[in-house]
């Protein structure tokens, strides 16, 4: 096989890393290893959040959607990319390994792929306000069957479990007040003043989104009691769409599978015209976790609450340059 170039596996790695993970640490690195045409995909410890995901759930969870953003990359690319969970069972750092075929060379998904790669660069977090109006049943349908082609599911839950998520989000945040301690991984992670406009990780201010005045749109204060210039206030939609993303098992192997279907639901929402955003704080804590489940089925392990709807995107957060996160071998 003929070796591919530093500046198509930098592309590659570049649009892997545009994925959301939590805080937006970017808890990944990557190695590529030129003669097997093997690009390997690492979790990055030193970025992991030991209070809030100390099983390190959601780290996985985002290299998940990197991984997915890295396929979809190396689709439009030509490249036939085969990804492998887990590889190998005695480095359990190693997350992916994913050997790109030569061009041309066939591909089961490759042509489903493709089509979402411009959604990469436009799918930004939305934390303001959507406007009041559904989602149509095709929609929600095409997102749900996104899912599944990664071996998830995405539920639309009624009225009265939406009422149940806003409850756990309000009873995490409560825990978050009674236990200052709670906001230790936030607060480290978020950068206000001159740091968000130097920042290459974390939620800078200006993507933090107004404080909401009304309504009832599950939101986290990333300010806290920190002063944040221009953070006024709005109101949000007092009837949010949410959606459950679930796996049948809850194993490293099922947050890599889940971050890879919640991206693919986010990149093909980015084309249906949506905004996205994300909450997992009442998934933080295990027994709140827990409540979230499908009251009717009680199966499943939910990894991610999304919100969804029409309204403005969010401006894009700032990544690690590809010189920091890959080597190359």
């Given at each position: 096989?003929?070796?591919?170039?530093?500046?198509?596996?930098?592309?590659?790695?570049?649009?892997?890393?545009?994925?959301?993970?939590?805080?937006?640490?970017?808890?990944?690195?990557?190695?590529?290893?030129t003669a097997e045409r093997l690009l390997l995909l690492f979790a990055d410890l030193d970025r992991a959040m030991h209070r809030s995901d100390p099983g390190n759930r959601a780290l996985h969870i985002g290299c998940g959607a990197a991984l997915f953003n890295l396929r979809v990359a190396a689709a439009h690319a030509g490249l036939a990319p085969q990804a492998v969970l887990l590889p190998d069972p005695t480095d359990p750092l190693?997350?992916?390994?994913?050997?790109?075929?030569?061009?041309?060379?066939?591909a089961a998904d490759e042509d489903d792929l493709r089509p979402l790669y411009p959604a990469i660069g436009q799918r930004h977090t939305s934390r303001h306000p959507f406007d009041e109006k559904d989602i149509p049943d095709d929609v929600q349908a095409g997102l749900r069957a996104a899912a599944a082609r990664e071996g998830?599911?995405?539920?639309?839950?009624?009225?009265?479990?939406?009422?149940?998520l806003l409850e756990l989000v309000r009873d995490a945040e409560s825990r978050d007040i009674l236990d200052?301690?709670?906001?230790?991984?936030?607060?480290?992670?978020?950068?206000?003043?001159?740091?968000?406009?130097?920042?290459?990780?974390?939620?800078?201010?200006?993507?933090?989104g107004p404080r909401p005045s009304s309504g009832r749109a599950p939101l986290r204060d990333f300010a806290g009691r920190r002063a944040v210039a221009e953070h006024d206030s709005a109101r949000f939609e007092q009837n949010p769409h949410?959606?459950?993303?679930?796996?049948?098992?809850?194993?490293?192997?099922?947050?890599?599978?889940?971050?890879?279907?919640?991206?693919?639901?986010?990149?093909?929402?980015?084309?249906?015209?949506?905004?996205?955003?994300?909450?997992?704080h009442a998934l933080e804590s295990r027994e709140l976790r827990l409540l979230a489940r499908d009251p009717v089925s009680g199966t499943g392990h939910v990894q991610m609450v999304l919100r969804l709807g029409y309204g403005p995107p969010g401006p894009a957060t700032p990544r690690r340059p590809v010189r920091d996160v890959l080597d190359i071998a």
């Amino acid at each position: 096989m003929r070796p591919l170039d530093a500046q198509t596996v930098s592309t590659l790695v570049e649009e892997a890393t545009a994925a959301p993970s939590m805080h937006n640490a970017q808890p990944w690195s990557f190695r590529f290893v030129t003669a097997e045409r093997l690009l390997l995909l690492f979790a990055d410890l030193d970025r992991a959040m030991h209070r809030s995901d100390p099983g390190n759930r959601a780290l996985h969870i985002g290299c998940g959607a990197a991984l997915f953003n890295l396929r979809v990359a190396a689709a439009h690319a030509g490249l036939a990319p085969q990804a492998v969970l887990l590889p190998d069972p005695t480095d359990p750092l190693l997350l992916a390994a994913v050997p790109l075929a030569e061009p041309g060379a066939p591909a089961a998904d490759e042509d489903d792929l493709r089509p979402l790669y411009p959604a990469i660069g436009q799918r930004h977090t939305s934390r303001h306000p959507f406007d009041e109006k559904d989602i149509p049943d095709d929609v929600q349908a095409g997102l749900r069957a996104a899912a599944a082609r990664e071996g998830a599911e995405l539920l639309f839950p009624g009225p009265w479990h939406i009422d149940t998520l806003l409850e756990l989000v309000r009873d995490a945040e409560s825990r978050d007040i009674l236990d200052p301690s709670g906001r230790e991984d936030l607060d480290h992670w978020t950068r206000t003043g001159p740091e968000a406009e130097t920042a290459t990780d974390g939620v800078p201010e200006y993507a933090f989104g107004p404080r909401p005045s009304s309504g009832r749109a599950p939101l986290r204060d990333f300010a806290g009691r920190r002063a944040v210039a221009e953070h006024d206030s709005a109101r949000f939609e007092q009837n949010p769409h949410l959606a459950l993303l679930s796996t049948h098992t809850d194993t490293p192997a099922d947050w890599l599978v889940a971050g890879q279907a919640l991206e693919r639901v986010l990149l093909r929402a980015t084309l249906a015209g949506l905004a996205t955003a994300l909450t997992s704080h009442a998934l933080e804590s295990r027994e709140l976790r827990l409540l979230a489940r499908d009251p009717v089925s009680g199966t499943g392990h939910v990894q991610m609450v999304l919100r969804l709807g029409y309204g403005p995107p969010g401006p894009a957060t700032p990544r690690r340059p590809v010189r920091d996160v890959l080597d190359i071998a």
